[in-house]
Structure formats: C-alpha cells, structure tokens
C-alpha cells in the first residue's frame, strides 16, 4: 500500500504546504478588552460588530486567526472552574469545546480561525445556536474581577484553507488554549 512513490508524494505535498505558509500575509492585530462584567451583562453582543468594522473595515470578512486570553493565571483558573460546573449542567441548551485538562493552565482560553468574524467572537463571549461549539461565555461566567482580551489578525489574499489550518494548528500549539481543539472541524 504504502511504497517509495507515496511517500516521494506525501513530502511533495508537504514542501508545497510549506512553500504556501511563506506567502502568507497578515493585516495588523487589532485587540480589545472586555471585562468578564460585560460578557455577563451581555456587552460583547452589541459591541463586537461596531469594533470590529472600524479597526477591520473592508478586511472584516477575509479568514482571520483569534485567542482570547485574560489577564491572569488567577482568572484562567477559576474560568476552567465554572466552565467545568457549566458542563455538568444536564440538560444543557448549548454546546461547550473540549476542555483541554491535560494542558497547563496558562492565560489563554481559546484559539481558532473563522471567516465570519463577528459572529464567532459572539458565539465565544455572549452565546452560540445550541448545536455550535463555543465558550458560550454569557452563560456561564463566574462572578469574578478579570477580563478577556480578543486578538484578531486578518490572512490576507488569496489563501487556501489547508495554509490558514497549518496557521491555526501552529499558533494552537504554540498557546495551548485551555478550551477547543486542534484540527480542522
């Protein structure tokens, strides 16, 4: 099944993946902070669109790489806690990603790539349709001092899906979030 010329095809393909990632170009990061107060008063579901479209503008519908992080381990912490008693809840009208319990706890809770941006971000911080993996975070938010910080990054061009991925699966790797997975969906 597998021989030389499946394998002489496989590192043709990977150098051609690799090739692509070195073309890639970026737009500039654009952040912005909310409080773990407004996602439980459901600020981001009116404020991510307005932000979005004036630091984006016309690349607010190109594929974008995003984390978000809080500000502390502390914070981290006690986000995994309710996220943790949120998922126990049964029945529950939403689903939640995996909770990566295997990582070390650090500052960031998820990384992904979307082509909707807007509505991504919203099914994160405020809430998601039942069925879509999301942090849901208006549902569940502890009643604590924190914030989430949102770093977007436009991929600019023409940019195949498999590149953006290996983008992803990098940057995933490299920040390992505490909620999500790796991989395409």
């Given at each position: 099944m597998?021989?030389?010329?499946i394998?002489?095809?496989s ?8 090739r692509?990632?070195r073309?890639v170009?970026?737009g500039?990061?654009v952040?912005?902070?909310?409080t ?35 500000n502390e381990?502390?914070?981290?912490t ?14 529950r009208e939403f689903?939640l990603p ?6 070390p706890?650090?500052t ?9 941006i ?13 069925q ?7 549902r ?5 001092v ?6 977007v990054?436009?991929v600019?061009g023409?940019v195949?899906?498999d590149?953006v991925q ?5 940057l ?14």
């Amino acid at each position: 099944m597998i021989d030389e010329n499946i394998k002489r095809l496989s590192r043709t393909a990977l150098y051609a993946r690799a090739r692509a990632i070195r073309s890639v170009r970026f737009g500039d990061p654009v952040q912005r902070v909310f409080t773990l107060e407004d996602i439980r008063r459901g600020t981001p579901d009116a404020a991510l669109a307005p932000w979005l479209n004036e630091r984006l503008g016309d690349q607010g519908n190109v594929p974008m790489l995003y984390s978000l992080t809080v500000n502390e381990v502390e914070v981290a912490t006690a986000l995994r806690q309710a996220f943790v008693q949120a998922r126990n809840v049964q029945p529950r009208e939403f689903a939640l990603p995996r909770d990566n319990a295997g990582h070390p706890i650090g500052t960031t809770l998820y990384v992904g790539r979307s082509q909707n941006i807007r509505s991504r971000l919203r099914q994160h911080l405020w809430q998601a349709p039942p069925q879509t993996y999301a942090l849901n975070m208006h549902r569940w938010c502890p009643d604590i001092v924190g914030a989430v910080t949102v770093s977007v990054q436009p991929v600019l061009g023409h940019v195949d899906n498999d590149t953006v991925q290996d983008l992803e699966d990098t940057l995933w790797k490299t920040l390992l979030p505490i909620f999500g997975r790796s991989g395409s969906r």
